[in-house]
């Protein structure tokens, strides 16, 4: 499954990003090609649990069903704009553990939730891994600047994480008629990924070796939260006017390479522009 070809756009796409595409779309495709020959979403859903159609299986099989097509479009833009970034910094086996783990998780949060409230449904759809994937760009680029629709200017990273979480939430609690939307399952996605980047930090001290992720998980959450440090004052061993040059050129340097990823794309930055553009992101 997880296999390179040739250098075509596609191909580009790291591997298992790439699979989770292929996959998404063709289970996609036969959800409605098959629609009233062979319900495949009435046996690739995930069931409530008080439902005698509920599976363990599903548990996996519901991340990779859909059947409206908005619904697989945005997440899989997000999963392409995101998860490429993510599985390029982690490198695929990670990616795609974080990717299940997630997935799996929302998924039991929204089961525990409709189990008490006795709701019998069938839940469908790779949100709860998206809203993962959202929670872990934004703790390890919290400041990269995004655009996102239909503000006319850019959110950091971080404050777009902690503006979904908070929609969903109130959203989730909200129980408006008509909303069928699971929206404990994108907390409950957000809530796995926080806790398994957790763990991950204290176990390996490092999201993958030889990435600078240098300090403690405690203090990079505090941090997510608090936004920028107080600017502290020291001694350089540089001059003014030195110091000024240089991040005036640090400055120069980021912006051409934001400009190159709108031109050509995140995986067409070198090593060392990742590099800059990764630490930048923790100013």
């Known amino acids: 499954m997880f296999s390179s070809s040739n250098n075509s756009f596609f191909s580009n796409i790291p ?3 790439r699979n989770l595409l292929i996959v998404n779309f063709v289970v996609w495709g036969a959800c409605n090609l098959f ?6 979403v009435g046996i690739l859903g995930l069931h409530s649990l008080n439902s005698e159609g509920f599976g363990l299986y599903q548990l996996i099989t519901y991340l990779f069903t859909h059947e409206a097509f908005f619904h697989l479009f945005f997440n899989m833009f997000a999963l392409f704009m995101f998860g490429r970034v993510l599985e390029s910094y982690w490198g695929p086996s990670r990616f795609f553990t ?4 997630t997935g799996i998780g929302a998924g039991l949060i929204q089961l525990t939730i409709y189990y008490f409230q006795g709701i019998y449904s069938v839940m469908i759809g790779a949100s709860g891994a998206v809203f993962g994937i959202l929670l872990a760009f934004g703790l390890i680029f919290p400041n990269v600047p ?3 629709i239909p503000f006319p200017f850019p959110i950091k990273a971080k404050f777009l994480v902690i503006g979904y979480g908070a929609l969903e939430l109130w959203l989730g609690f909200s ?3 008509g909303d069928n939307v699971a929206h404990f399952a994108h907390l409950g996605g957000m809530l796995f990924g926080i806790v398994l980047i957790m763990y991950w930090r204290k176990k390996n001290g490092n999201f993958r070796t030889g990435n600078p992720w240098n300090q403690s998980w405690k203090r990079k959450i505090t941090n997510f939260f608090k936004g920028k440090p107080k600017m502290t004052v020291h001694h350089r061993p540089e001059t003014d006017w030195n110091y ?3 991040k005036a050129e640090e400055s120069r340097e980021i912006d051409c390479i934001l400009e190159k990823i709108k031109r050509s794309g995140y995986d067409n930055l070198s090593d060392e522009e990742k590099r800059k553009l990764f630490d930048a992101s923790k100013k």
């Open 244 to 246: 000024n040059s240089r």
């Open 146 to 148: 995004l655009m996102i």
């Open 175 to 177: 129980n408006r008629t």
């Open 35 to 40: 629609r009233y020959q062979f319900p495949l």
């Open 98 to 101: 974080y990717y299940m783990i």
């Open 15 to 17: 591997v298992v990003t």
